[in-house]
């Protein structure tokens, strides 16, 4: 299960990152729990990764950003990224386990359905749960959305 984090929640979390850095900002990219044990800078981003966690750290990943002149579009768009880099991953993990056969075409299924969790409860405007381990009690993707959208 080391894969998830790398293969799901950290390219879920470049997906916020990167749109920051392309409004030129910053940001700040954490998966898994402490010590992440690979950290990477690279100018405005920096990189902090742990992929081997327990199962609620498994899926844990921020992207705290800076994005300057934040007009509420480009809120909208850093936080709708995150969401659309998984839809993505979604739609290639499937194809990759129609196309494979064997232990691959497991292995690309259960990312298939992680990815689809995942998007679910990130593009719901919600507020998590204690369900949710680390997350519980913040935002959703959604949530910042539709809070951005609204103007407040």
């Known amino acids: 299960m080391a894969a998830i984090p ?6 879920h979390e470049l997906g916020h990152a990167l749109t920051a ?10 998966v898994g729990g402490e010590p992440r044990r690979f950290n990477l800078q690279l100018g405005r981003l920096s990189v902090r990764v742990r992929p081997l966690n327990g199962w609620s750290w498994m899926w844990y990943g921020m992207a705290p950003s800076e994005i300057p002149r934040a007009t509420r579009l480009r809120v909208v768009l850093a936080a709708a990224a995150g969401p659309f880099v998984t839809l993505a991953l979604l739609a290639c993990y499937a194809a990759a386990a129609q196309l494979t056969a064997g232990f691959l075409r497991w292995f690309f299924w259960v990312l298939t359905y992680a990815a689809a969790w995942t998007f679910l409860v990130t593009a719901l405007p919600i507020r998590y749960g204690r369900f949710f381990g ?6 959703s993707d959604g949530s910042r959305i539709r809070r951005a959208l609204a103007g407040s």
């Open 134 to 139: 680390p997350y519980a009690g913040r935002d």
């Open 6 to 11: 790398l293969l799901l929640v950290l390219p």
């Open 21 to 30: 850095l392309a409004f030129g900002g910053s940001s700040d990219v954490v």
